[in-house]
């Protein structure tokens, strides 16, 4: 199977020996891996043995890493060689080398996802459609298993909370965030009525965003959804246009209300819904309860440059940071909790721009830009260090980032081309009129 460049970078159609071609395959089989980011419920996952498979046979058919996305691989690297420097501080080097060569492998899953949308960024709907599909069926199987909908169905659930087919509720609830933020910015940007199909996913995702009990993917759609509703309004030019917006966030929001009064109707969601709604728990303002582990930690670790190793907090503490960037210092030392929060902000600051810019991909970009600030957000309250979709959420900003830098170079190459082609033309004329005067003369 081989690949030959295209405008991108990407890959012109080449045939495999059965006749299909090689880039439909390779798109089918990046759809496969966006659809299995979904089911982690037991480890090693069916997701992390594909993306392994899948990864190096993209690599050997000529999938190039590009300087665009360069300081994600270089931030990433620093990232995990600090993990490696923190594994001799951990008690149990065996489970703190198994923890690191996993960060390892989710960091080489960011680079392949950007990769192959700096390849070609007309792959983002392959990606969002496996996404999307994926976490329609994740949502209905997680409702399935809160209902009880069929024998066995409570294997699904964890601590009366929907978790589809996830290991946490905590997790699964904000994987379902960014295919719902997708499908309302096209109900936003399209025509409703042409689109009402797409109303029946849409209440099954945001009923199992519900369902999970998450106050941090309650909060983190909210943000999202508004986020992307802001940058509909700014970036709409039309007043008939923008007044639309407006009555659809009305409907939406009296939509979402008479969703959720429904689900309150019922005993046991409405005595779930008291209990997690409630902004502090017990276990978050306890003596050493989540916040104060916050203070603690981070005093702990000004004493350990190389942090204190991975899968180690929780011998110090009751339970573990459940704050990404503690963790940062804890498990990847100074060099790795600072290159952190370098790459979260170098990431969330180089998006901006590419949001107000009329791509095909920029609604994409959008959702992705409101998803990842939202997690950014997320993560100071919960430990999203080993979500495989976050790490997605990475490789996919950096790919239209890659993108926007390819389109930019590309254009001032054109632009100096024909202003070289300006110059030399007159020239040209001037020098070709001497020579006929000269040849005139002679005669």
Excluded at 99 to 115: M, N, P
Excluded at 119 to 134: E, L, M
Excluded at 172 to 200: A, I
Excluded at 301 to 312: S, T
């Amino acid at each position: 199977m081989s690949l030959a460049a295209a405008p991108y970078g990407g890959a012109h159609l080449a045939r495999s020996p059965a006749g299909l071609p090689a880039r439909s395959l390779g798109n089918g089989a990046l759809w496969l891996a966006a659809f299995l980011s979904g089911f982690v419920i037991e480890e090693p996952a069916p997701y992390e043995l594909y993306m392994a498979l899948v990864t190096v046979v993209w690599l050997a058919c000529g999938l190039k890493l590009r300087r665009e996305f360069g300081p994600l691989i270089i931030c990433l690297m620093l990232y995990i060689a600090g993990g490696v420097a923190s594994i001799p501080m951990a008690r149990e080097m065996g489970e703190a080398m198994m923890y690191i060569a996993i960060s390892g492998f989710l960091a080489i899953t960011a680079i392949f996802y950007a990769a192959v949308l700096a390849d070609d960024p007309g792959r983002f709907r392959i990606i969002q459609s496996g996404y999307t599909i994926s976490a329609v069926l994740v949502a209905a199987i997680g409702i399935a298993g809160y209902f009880q909908l069929f024998p066995g169905a409570g294997y699904f659930t964890l601590y009366d909370r929907a978790r589809g087919t996830f290991q946490d509720p905590n997790v699964f609830g904000p994987f379902l965030v960014l295919p719902t933020v997708l499908l309302l910015q096209r109900l936003l940007k399209d025509s409703v009525l042409k689109n009402l199909s797409l109303l029946v996913p849409l209440t099954i995702l945001l009923l199992g965003i519900f369902l999970s009990f998450s106050r941090g993917a309650w909060g983190l759609l909210i943000a999202a959804v508004l986020l992307v509703y802001m940058l509909a309004l700014v970036t709409e030019q039309t007043p008939r246009r923008r007044a639309r917006l407006v009555f659809l966030g009305v409907a939406g929001i009296v939509a979402v209300a008479a969703l959720i009064a429904a689900a309150l109707s019922i005993d046991t969601v409405s005595a779930m819904f008291d209990q997690r709604a409630r902004l502090v728990q017990d276990y978050d303002g306890a003596r050493l309860g989540r916040f104060a582990r916050y203070s603690l930690g981070f005093q702990m670790v000004m004493e350990h440059p190389l942090g204190i190793g991975a899968m180690e907090f929780n011998k110090y503490f009751p339970e573990d940071e459940h704050n990404v960037y503690l963790k940062g210092f804890t498990t990847y030392g100074w060099l790795g909790g600072t290159i952190y929060i370098v790459l979260a902000l170098w990431t969330l600051l180089a998006m901006v721009p590419l949001l107000f810019k009329s791509r095909p991909w920029t609604a994409f970009t959008q959702s992705i830009f409101a998803v990842f600030a939202g997690h950014l957000i997320l993560s100071v309250i919960i430990d999203t260090d080993h979500w495989r979709h976050m790490y997605m959420l990475y490789g996919l900003a950096w790919g239209m980032i890659a993108t926007d830098k390819m389109e930019r170079r590309q254009h001032l190459k054109q632009l100096s081309a024909r202003r070289s082609a300006y110059l030399s033309g007159p020239a040209t004329a001037t020098a070709t009129s001497g020579l006929r005067s000269a040849g005139e003369q002679a005669r």
